[in-house]
């Protein structure tokens, strides 16, 4: 352990400063939306093997180690490593290797942070009241579910009007505009229709308690270590985003949550079109088709 390091960024000045006032609250909001260094080899660098965990381990537990600037890494690992990449902590969190490892910042500066997988999953994926109550300007957020041609037809034709599983946030895939993409980014492939299409739904929620952050795990060790409450089958990560780690994809859990007025089914052509199919009239508890326009 080094006894002295100067901050290298105002940022890491604040950090500092939060911890020898031993605000711990400060210094875990800023270190939600930081970036952090985590060591690479040269050859992963380079691209000739593949990236690895920086990892150690004590009496308690592996943790993951990472570095709020390549100073910071640096004064700890000298010449040891001189090549890194730069991540966030919801990076972290859709990639996280398993729920039992926990975080270390800056390990072996006088300002460092022990956060187990629980903290990592919260501070990444906050839920969606949480959300809502820090950025209250930003509105009810729209979700989105994947739906196969005979979830379609039961919405249609059926009483019920409402849903269960698991959706996401649509904010979160609106850069993804074509069908095969989309679906393999949530790990739904088999839900591309046999025309290459995918259909969709859209809705307002209402009773955002009800659309739970899915912590938990593979089993219920796993499901503990991130103090979560649902174990699922692989390829469930826990932490709250679909298990992808090349994107960032909020997800939750519901249980027979009733649909909106003025939700809606679209589909995603092959060639990247969107059609919306079907409004749901609250009122009237019904769906309304929408005829295609011509020529489309």
């Given at each position: 352990?080094?006894?002295?390091?100067?901050?290298?960024?105002?940022?890491?000045?604040?950090?500092?400063?939060?911890?020898?006032?031993?605000?711990?609250?400060?210094?875990?909001?800023?270190?939600?939306?930081?970036?952090?260094?985590?060591?690479?080899?040269?050859?992963?660098?380079?691209?000739?093997?593949?990236?690895?965990?920086?990892?150690?381990?004590?009496?308690?537990?592996t943790?993951?180690?990472?570095?709020?600037?390549?100073?910071?890494?640096?004064?700890?690992?000298?010449?040891?490593?001189?090549?890194?990449?730069?991540?966030?902590?919801?990076?972290?969190?859709?990639?996280?290797?398993?729920?039992?490892?926990?975080?270390?910042?800056?390990?072996?500066?006088?300002?460092?942070?022990?956060?187990?997988?629980?903290?990592?999953?919260?501070?990444?994926?906050?839920?969606?009241?949480?959300?809502?109550?820090?950025?209250?300007?930003?509105?009810?957020?729209?979700?989105?579910?994947?739906?196969?041609?005979?979830?379609?037809?039961?919405?249609?034709?059926?009483?019920?009007?409402?849903?269960?599983?698991?959706?996401?946030?649509?904010?979160?895939?609106?850069?993804?505009?074509?069908?095969?993409?989309?679906?393999?980014?949530?790990?739904?492939?088999?839900?591309?229709?046999?025309?290459?299409?995918?259909?969709?739904?859209?809705?307002?929620?209402?009773?955002?308690?009800?659309?739970?952050?899915?912590?938990?795990?593979?089993?219920?060790?796993?499901?503990?270590?991130?103090?979560?409450?649902?174990?699922?089958?692989p390829?469930?990560?826990?932490?709250?985003?679909?298990?992808?780690?090349?994107?960032?994809?909020?997800?939750?859990?519901?249980?027979?949550?009733?649909?909106?007025h003025g939700?809606?089914?679209?589909?995603?052509?092959?060639?990247?079109?969107?059609?919306?199919?079907?409004?749901?009239?609250?009122?009237?508890?019904?769906?309304?088709?929408?005829?295609r326009?011509?020529?489309?």
């Open positions: 352990m080094i006894n002295v390091y100067n901050p290298s960024s105002p940022f890491e000045e604040q950090l500092w400063a939060a911890f020898e006032a031993g605000n711990t609250a400060l210094c875990l909001s800023m270190l939600k939306d930081a970036d952090f260094a985590l060591p690479m080899s040269r050859a992963a660098f380079e691209g000739s093997e593949p990236i690895t965990w920086p990892t150690f381990r004590d009496e308690e537990r943790w993951l180690a990472a570095y709020t600037s390549a100073e910071a890494m640096g004064a700890i690992l000298g010449g040891h490593t001189e090549y890194f990449r730069i991540t966030s902590m919801v990076e972290l969190a859709a990639g996280w290797p398993d729920p039992r490892w926990g975080l270390a910042v800056n390990p072996g500066l006088p300002a460092n942070f022990y956060l187990e997988s629980g903290t990592v999953a919260r501070l990444a994926v906050p839920t969606l009241v949480q959300d809502l109550t820090l950025a209250p300007g930003s509105g009810v957020p729209v979700m989105q579910k994947l739906l196969r041609l005979p979830d379609v037809h039961d919405l249609l034709v059926g009483d019920d009007s409402r849903v269960s599983g698991y959706c996401h946030h649509a904010l979160d895939v609106s850069h993804i505009a074509t069908p095969a993409v989309l679906a393999a980014a949530l790990g739904q492939p088999d839900f591309v229709t046999p025309e290459g299409a995918l259909n969709m739904l859209r809705w307002r929620p209402v009773g955002l308690d009800l659309y739970r952050t899915p912590y938990g795990g593979l089993d219920e060790e796993r499901r503990d270590a991130v103090a979560g409450w649902v174990v699922e089958e390829p469930f990560v826990g932490l709250g985003l679909v298990p992808n780690v090349d994107q960032v994809i909020r997800e939750y859990k519901v249980y027979g949550v009733g649909l909106t939700a809606e089914i679209w589909e995603l052509t092959h060639d990247g079109r969107q059609y919306r199919r079907a409004i749901y009239q609250g009122d009237l508890r019904q769906w309304l088709l929408v005829v326009p011509e020529g489309s």
